[in-house]
């Protein structure tokens, strides 16, 4: 459940912008629909929680930017800004003093910037457009998977209980786990002919 606002002003003397803001809450007894299969699979069975809790994918704010500048058919340039506040995920039993509530803990918030700016040109009859588009602007490194120890991507407190790595990474490599955040920034240059 949930709302959705919106604005937009369309593009007039050089100057466009949309934004939307969404607060919704998911709640359920379980975020994954397998969850009573797998539960009737253990022995001995584990029951089911009755509890309501917040599913893996409740993000309670998101608010999304458009900032649109230019003349159609000759230049354009846009920026586009995302904000959302972080999803839940389960803690570690050891750092609850052994009570532990299924998605009980919340990750970091994350935002990102992107740009994208265009230009035609006609030589002859010929139209050539220029484009590029910046994928994460400010190199952000947004947190997607988290320790539930920490509630960090590149952070554990338990790190001396584990034994000896055995491999060519060190246990800060390990911690850094690239997929465990938003991809780096992206610059794409390009152009593209119309006839």
Known sequence: RGFVVSTEKRLADYFGLRADYTFQIAEG???DPRTVFYNNQSDPPVETPKSVVPLAWDQRHTLNLSLLV?????????VIFQYGSGQPYTEDVRTSQGIRFENGGTKPAFFN?????????RLGDVNVNFFLW???LLDTKNEF?????TGR???DIFTSLGGRIIGLN??????????????PR???LGLSLEF
Do not use: C, I, Q
């Not at 910037?113 to 040109?121: E, F, M, Y």
């Not at 060190?170 to 991809?183: C, G, H, I, K, V």
């Open 113 to 121: 910037v992107d740009l994208r700016a265009a230009k035609s040109v």
């Open 70 to 78: 230019g003349k159609p058919g000759n230049w354009m340039s846009s």
């Open 153 to 155: 991507a590149n952070l």
């Open 145 to 149: 998977n988290v320790n539930p120890g």
């Open 29 to 31: 007894n379980s975020s």
């Open 134 to 136: 910046v994928y994460n």
């Open 170 to 183: 060190t246990l800060e490599e390990y911690l850094n786990d690239p997929t465990s955040f938003s991809a």
């Open 186 to 188: 992206e610059v794409r």
